[in-house]
């Protein structure tokens, strides 16, 4: 037995945790909602009494308590503070979800992040007040261009679907320009593509026709040829692919589609697989979003908002969204109006994320020309490291080849066992890691992606995979209930996830309260 209370061989059974009066477990601590622990007559300040006023609104007046829940500062303090111990982060842990690139963000972004005039800078401060903001803003743009060796970018966008959005109604805008507005109006989308993709091309307009993703995991040219038509305006590739995977076939696919009079959006979630390896300019992308919060650092998911800068090329830089940042003689200016230009308009009230711009160009000038090629090398290399040691056990579904920044896996290999990709996510929130992504890309059947973040010690990686490998052997030695009763660990057991999605509930409704005392 080991100190959970795990059985370490399958003779032994698991003993039955025993519940506590406060329904806590250890120093895991069940949080009520605000709602049932809030009183109407408690709060947290201290505030005078109105001097008496006649009021005004005769019979808008309430008749009834609002309902808000009231609570003293120190339990609101708590409250919210154990709730943030419910997170998992990178912070506290190794993150491995595919295609969704948890990257460490050093401290130092975040000191420099917090200077007052990056931090407390107003969109409508006078421009001469801001000279500082919009040196940084047009540093990160130039530093941004030379990645990627493209002719513009747009820098408003606030994560990678706004910035897909920015790219394609920049396609819009050139498509229109051309005077085929109305004929080119079909955009191709692989199947393995994040579902951002189709959504994009559908909201503004386009209609969606799908790119078979093939054996290889990988587009192929002929593939696309075949779907092109005088019908089509642009195609939306990930590169690298959902799949984890090179698309290898990129630059005839690129040619293809401008002999087509087609555009190339690249979607640059991946872009950090590729940093100062190759440049997307020289593979023939059109426009590309970066996700600044996946490949510069900066938080990500539930730690802060993101954002996606939109580079593009010299067809497209005509059609670029306003504002954007101009430098003369030392002096920075914004141009806010499209005036008589083919800018497409704007895309956000102001001009970005400040706070991420201040991240991101912190990581890259601390990390140098050198050291950011070297984080897509480690990306590239510890993703290959799980490939390798769990090939053994697990089932790739495109074979014995090197990936990119993460490892795909599909659930071919847990059939014999009757268990599926999800039994074994959940098993490994009770080891205490965060599962993979699961079940995406579409393509694969039961798939699971891992994408090990680069800057992962050997020693943390080395222990997420003996974990997996420990869990794997359980499986194929048929431990079914280590499985299907997971996770028995975690605050909460497993959901109904199919009833959870169908009937959600939404609103708390109140209940008679629990008296002290009773079962
Ligand atoms: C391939 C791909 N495209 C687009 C997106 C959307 O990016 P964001 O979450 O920043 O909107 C993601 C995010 O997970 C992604 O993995």
Excluded at 120 to 128: G, M
Excluded at 156 to 169: D, F, I, R
Aim: aromatic residues 6%; contains cysteine.
């Amino acid at each position: 037995m080991n100190s959970q209370g795990r059985p370490t061989d399958a003779g032994e059974a698991t003993p039955v945790l025993r519940e506590t009066f406060t329904g806590n477990r250890g120093l895991q601590i069940e949080e009520a909602l605000i709602f049932e622990t809030g009183r109407e007559d408690a709060t947290g300040v201290d505030i005078d009494e109105p001097a008496s006023f006649a009021s005004r609104l005769g019979d808008h007046a309430r008749t009834s308590p609002i309902g808000l829940p009231g609570l003293t500062e120190p339990e609101t303090i708590r409250h919210y503070v154990r709730l943030s111990r419910n997170n998992y982060s990178i912070d506290g842990g190794i993150y491995p979800l595919g295609s969704c690139t948890m990257k460490h963000n050093p401290r130092l972004n975040e000191k420099l992040a917090r200077l007052p005039g990056f931090a407390d800078v107003h969109p409508l401060q006078p421009i001469s007040t801001a000279q500082g903001a919009l040196a940084l803003i047009h540093a990160l743009a130039g530093n941004l261009l030379t990645m990627t060796g493209m002719s513009a970018v747009a820098m408003s966008p606030k994560a990678g679907a706004h910035g897909e959005l920015c790219g394609m109604m920049a396609i819009k805008a050139a498509i229109a320009a051309r005077g085929e507005g109305a004929t080119r109006n079909v955009v191709l989308v692989p199947e393995s593509a994040h579902g951002t993709n189709p959504a994009t091309a559908a909201l503004i307009g386009f209609s969606v026709r799908a790119v078979p993703a093939g054996e290889t995991g990988i587009v192929s040219a002929a593939a696309v040829r075949a779907a092109l038509g005088p019908d089509v305006a642009a195609i939306m590739l990930t590169n690298p692919n959902t799949c984890g995977l090179f698309e290898r076939e990129i630059v005839d696919i690129a040619e293809a589609l401008h002999e087509a009079g087609a555009y190339f959006y690249c979607d640059g979630a991946n872009f950090n697989a590729i940093v100062g390896k190759t440049r997307p300019g020289d593979l023939g992308v059109d426009a590309m979003h970066i996700n600044l919060h996946k490949t510069f650092s900066t938080p990500h998911g539930g730690g802060g908002p993101g954002a996606g800068p939109v580079v593009l090329s010299e067809r497209l830089a005509p059609f670029a969204p306003v504002p954007y940042v101009v430098e003369s003689g030392g002096r920075f200016d914004l141009v806010e109006h499209k005036g008589e230009s083919q800018s497409f308009g704007r895309m956000t009230a102001f001009h970005g994320q400040m706070g991420m711009f201040v991240r991101a160009l912190a990581f890259i000038l601390s990390h140098g020309a050198d050291g950011l090629r070297q984080a897509s090398e480690d990306a590239v290399l510890t993703a290959n490291y799980v490939r390798v040691v769990m090939g053994d056990l697990m089932s790739a579904p495109f074979g014995d080849r090197p990936c990119m920044h993460e490892a795909l896996f599909d659930d071919h290999w847990l059939k014999e066992a009757g268990l599926t990709t999800l039994d074994f996510a959940k098993a490994m929130i009770d080891e205490g890691y965060h599962p993979m992504t699961v079940y995406f890309p579409l393509v694969v059947h039961g798939a699971m992606l891992i994408e090990p973040t680069e800057s992962e010690s050997k020693a943390s990686l080395d222990l997420f995979l003996m974990t997996l490998r420990d869990l794997a052997f359980s499986a194929l030695r048929g431990e079914k209930e280590r499985f299907q009763s997971a996770p028995s660990l975690a605050p909460r057991r497993r959901l109904d996830e199919t009833r959870a999605a169908r009937q959600p509930v939404l609103r708390w409704t109140k209940s008679a309260p629990l008296r002290v005392g009773e079962p």
